[in-house]
Each structure stands twice: as structure tokens, then as C-alpha cells.
């Protein structure tokens, strides 16, 4: 829906009046509105100068003295308590018009923080780091939540105003800029939005109209009105959102946060109707627009065709995957890592995708996740990792997956992850091994609720059975300044390494077609706990890994020629014999398969 600035839905007050002003003028004209019977507002009377150049603005509710920001706000020049501004999306100049999209099938994600990528921590700082990504062999460059929150720094996911793109980030312009420059180097991007809550800090959004869920709430606060009384406007409120980043801002694809906590009940699933409107846009733009959600249910659901009874997006994280790698590396089997102490699960997930397929959960005290239909899903459409924002920022000490292991073992992950038949995802220093922590930091100036933040990061780890006497204070700024990355790293020799495998590894991607051959058939695997090895075959192309701290023989029944070596591997006609920590991908030429 394309909207008027100056029109705002409220159905719950009586009354609305526009406050307005031009830039840099310091007394408002207040505009009377009328509403309309579905509870829009518009104004009823003439506007300075026809509305005609730039505002800043906001709205008094029933004749309160406080004038609160327009829920569909593109600018907060002054936080999300100050008012509106207008933002002409059309007015910047692309440079993209040649652009025509990426398909996600056999790219690989680079998943950011603005505020920690860079030193600066905005949007122009971040283009100066893109060459970077592009030598490094990178399709998307995926942005955490950009949306307005309150304070000056934020994990990004306690946004309250989804319209709006952080100004301390850059704001629209500067998401404008990044896009095109993103695009200029062959990069698509994809942006991280969060529509199951809401922040706890600056949200207005009640005031105006029933935005929330009364009756339901999430981990993180009360749901989203999906399917009560006024949820249409709720539901359009959202898709116009995700239409908003696609088209005015050039986006190419959406990463959905947490679709598990989306409470809807209605027949057709907000996750299917904001498939199918963006279906539409896409054959309009003439690209790909693709929709990935993080979800931790394995319902295959999410991913299957609308043709055949599913929500139609384009892919989903994949949990499994980084709990089966993460304890197969660590041995680390606390919490909901249980299930997954047997290299026969990672196995299990190269084959099957899931490896919850409707089995036990010990975690969850019942069973969990339902099979893919492998026949007829391709690989792709799971997005996987060996570290993400969410498990390292969820660490008590946001510590990094490169300070558990040594150097050899994070090889091994590089290569697992990199080669494997899925979408790869690496989070932003981790191609270099990156020792900089990454943690849970907000900065939220009500005392009260900074203590809330406190106690409950607490409670959570103390469910995993781990030490919180580490937890970094998330309200301490110093906590913030800690997980900037550092990019004098990877100039030293051991970051330096890292990062030209993790060049060679998307380089091998590249070459070998069987590496990311979509089709679940084309592969199988073998392991054994005993003697730490896991062997994965996919066409022509062999992956095998020893994982433990011992040598050990794993029976190969091809031949093998290694297109890379991770430690002391030493190949014979009886199979492979890898030392500690070791691991060959090797190719076996088709005629002696």
C-alpha cells in the first residue's frame, strides 16, 4: 500500500491531530484529521505549503500533549521518542539498473552487525569493507536488523519502529548508498527483519491501534495481532514493510527472525501471504526476492511449494546443523546439544537435512520435527553455519567458536560448512578466525528495564548449566565496544591463514559442480564414533574428517585425489589415514566410482 506521509491508521483514539513543521522551523502547525470508517486518518484541512518538501512530524492522540512518531516513519533523526521525518525514497539516483538479482541456490551468506563490523559502526563505513567480502568469494551480505530502537547501540533486535532505519547506522539515505554499493560489486543483499515482536523501549504502536496480541506472548514479549480483531491492517502493516525494503530500498531478500514465535491461526498463514505478495513484486522488479525464515520447528511446512500444501519460502536456518557440528568439534553435550553427541547425526543432517525428523528431543521432553521430503527438496534451501549472532551472542561470554578450538579444528568447520551441499552462512569474522567476542549488548536508558535485561540473560544460562559468574553486563558500554571486530587480525599469520582457506574453500565451491549439487540423493555418509571419523561422499567429491584428537583409518572404497589437505592425511588403496584434527577433500574421476 502506498501511503500519504500524513495518513496514519489509529482506530483507538476519538480524535487525531497532525503536528507539523517544516525542517528547521521551530513552531508546529497543528492540522486537524478525519477518519475513515476502517480507522484511517487523513488530514482534514491544508497542509503547510501543500506538503509540498521536507517535515518533521508526529501525531497527538485524543488531545494528549505528546506528540508520538508515525508507525510507518522513515526517518528518526531525533531516536524513536522524537518526531517523524519525511524521507522521499524516490528522490536518490540508483546505479543499479543493470541489476537483476541472485538466485540463492549455490551462493553463500556473510551475516553482519552495522554497529560492530566496522569501527564506526554505520552504513558508509561498512561499504569501505565490501572489496573484502568480494575477494573472499561472497553472493549476499546479510544486515542484522537495521530498524529505529532506542539508545545508541542495540543488538537490533528490540526495534519498535520497522520503517525507519537507524540513523546512527546512516538512516535511509545511507541504506540506499550501501545497497547500490553492494550491488556495484556483485553483491546482493539480504536484510534481517523481526515481525514476532516488538522492543520493549519506544513502542507507541498500542496507542494508535490493537498492533498486539493480548492473549499471546513470545520469549521476547507480547506476539504480534495476527488473527484477532483489526489483524488485516496488523498483516498489511508487516507485508508493507517487507515491500517497502524490497522495492524503495533495493533489497534482495528477507531473512525472517524467529517465524516458530509468529502466532497466527488464520487459514492462510501471514508467512503464505507475505509469500505470495512478494512473488508478485518479484515478477514485477524481474529478480529474486528470497524469503528465508529461522525457525528451530524442522517443519519441512516452510519450505515446501504452495502447489503442494506449504508457505513457499525459499529456505530456513538450519539448527541441526550447527548443534550436530558444534558438539562433534567441542564434545560439548550440555542443554539442547544432547541429542546430537554422535558424529552419526551429522551424518544424519547431510543426508536427511534434519536430524530431528520427528524423533526424541530430550531438550524438549518430547518428540520433534518432521522429515524432508528429500526427493523432492533441494539442499540449498538450508541455510547452515558453524557460528551464528544467536549462538555465539547467546554464549554466557559471547565467546567466539574460534576460542573453544585450536586452529586445526576450525579448519575442519570452515570445510565442512563451506563444502557442504547447503547454503553456507559465515558470520562477520569468522573467515579470519576472529578472537573478538560477540556479545549480548543493548543500551536501553530506563533503569528498570536494563535490570530486567540483566536477571533474565541470568535465568537463561543458568537453564544451560553454565558459569554466569562470565556474563558480560549487557548495559555496559564497554560490553558494546568489546565485540567490534578487530581488522588489524587478519594481517597476523594465524588469522591470516584462516582467511586464505576460507578463500580456497568458496573457491573449491566453485570448481567442483558436485559440491553443491542440490540433490539430497547424491550423497551419503558413514562415521564412527569410536575412532572420531566421518566420512561424507556427494558425486565425485569426498569429504573425510577426523575429529578427534587421535590418528585414525577411515575405509575408503574409490580412489581419491586430494584438491585439499587439513593436517596429516596420507591416502592408500586401503582407504585414508588422517592424523589429529585432520581432514582431505578429495575428487574420484567417474570411471572409478
Known sequence: MSLSPF???????????????????????????????????????PLPDDGVGEFDYGYRLDDADAVLPDPRSRRQPDGVHGWSRTYDPDAYSWSDPSWTGR?????????????????????????????????????????????????????????????????????????????????????????????????????????????????????????????????????????????????????????LDAVHALHDTRATHLLEELNIDVSSRSTFLGRPLPLIAESDLNDPRLITAREGGGYGLTAQWSDDFHHALYVSLTGDASGYYADFDSLEALGKVFTDGFFHTGTKSTFRHRTHGQPIDTFRTPTWRLVVCWDNHDQIGNRAAGERLSTKIPPAQQAIAAMVTLLSPFTPMIFMGEEWGARTPWCFFSSHPEPELAELIRAGRLEEFAQMDWDTSTVPDPQDPATFLASKLDWAEPEQTVHADMLGLTTKLLELRRTYPDFT?????????????????????????????NFGGEPTEVPVERALEPVLVLGEVDISADGVRLGPHSAVAARTPSSQH
Open 7 to 45: 495518513v496514519v491508521w489509529a482506530p483507538i483514539p476519538s480524535s487525531v491531530t497532525l503536528m507539523i513543521k517544516k525542517v528547521g522551523d521551530s513552531t508546529p502547525t497543528a492540522v486537524a484529521m478525519k477518519a475513515d470508517e476502517e480507522g484511517w486518518w487523513s488530514p482534514a484541512e
Open 103 to 255: 538466485q540463492l541456490a549455490g551462493g553463500v551468506i556473510y551475516e553482519l552487525h552495522l554497529g560492530t563490523f566496522t569501527e564506526a559502526g554505520t552504513l558508509a563505513a561498512a561499504i569501505g569493507k565490501l572489496d573484502h567480502l568480494v575477494r573472499l568469494g561472497i553472493d549476499f551480505v546479510e544486515l542484522m536488523p537495521v530498524n529505529a530502537f532506542n539508545g545508541p547501540h542495540n543488538w537490533g533486535y528490540d526495534g519498535v519502529l520497522w520503517y525507519a532505519v537507524q540513523e546512527t547506522y546512516g538512516g535511509p539515505l545511507g541504506y540506499q548508498q550501501f545497497v547500490d554499493a553492494c550491488h556495484q560489486r556483485g553483491l546482493g543483499v539480504i536484510q534481517d527483519v523481526v515481525y514476532n515482536h516488538l522492543g520493549p523501549s519506544g513502542n507507541y504502536l498500542t496507542q494508535f491501534g490493537p498492533y498486539l496480541n493480548e492473549g499471546g506472548s513470545n520469549t521476547w514479549g507480547q506476539s504480534p495481532n495476527l488473527d484477532g480483531e483489526d489483524s488485516d491492517e496488523v498483516r498489511r502493516y508487516i507485508i508493507d514493510n517487507a515491500l517497502m525494503f524490497l522495492t524503495d530500498y533495493h533489497v534482495d531478500g528477507l531473512r
Open 517 to 545: 549439487d542440490p540433490r539430497f540423493d547424491q550423497g551419503r555418509a558413514a562415521s564412527d564414533d569410536d575412532h572420531g571419523w566421518l566420512l561424507i561422499e556427494r558425486g565425485e567429491m569426498s569429504m573425510v574428517v
